[in-house]
């Protein structure tokens, strides 16, 4: 069983939020497809600590995916804390993200998705 987590900047070469976000749908297809457990967006935070473009543009949009049914659990930087219950059941399905530096770091900047498991690995 492959418990891998993989990491992506969605900020490498400053792309505009549009950019960022097909990257990103392109990313989460090729994670599923290689059987990733997670995957840790790397979208900042802005510049101003309130927030960029990239880090809300994302979040609405693996808001919609979560609620389509394409993604798993979405946990926020800020909420990876061994007491969610998110947290926990990432935990549970990949073992090594414990050694993870974002875990319980509260970093804003990055968004945990969890890849959802296809059917015929439910068996």
């Given at each position: ?8 900047n ?8 549009a ?37 809300t543009?994302?979040?609405r949009e ?10 798993g659990?979405?946990i ?10 998110e ?7 990949c ?28 068996r």
């Open positions: 069983m492959q418990e891998q987590v993989r990491e992506i969605l900020e490498i070469g400053r792309p505009a939020a950019q960022a976000l097909e990257r990103m749908r392109m990313e989460l297809r090729l994670s599923k497809k290689h059987g990733y457990t997670a995957v840790k967006l790397i979208h900042g935070f802005g510049s101003s600590g309130t927030g960029g473009k990239i880090r543009a994302v979040r693996l808001a919609a995916m979560q609620q389509r049914g394409e993604i659990d979405v926020f930087g800020e909420k990876l804390t061994i007491f969610s219950p947290t926990q059941e990432l935990l549970r399905r073992p090594s993200f414990r050694r993870d530096s974002d875990l319980e770091r509260y970093n804003n900047g990055i968004t945990v998705v969890v890849i959802k498991k296809s059917k015929e690995n439910n």
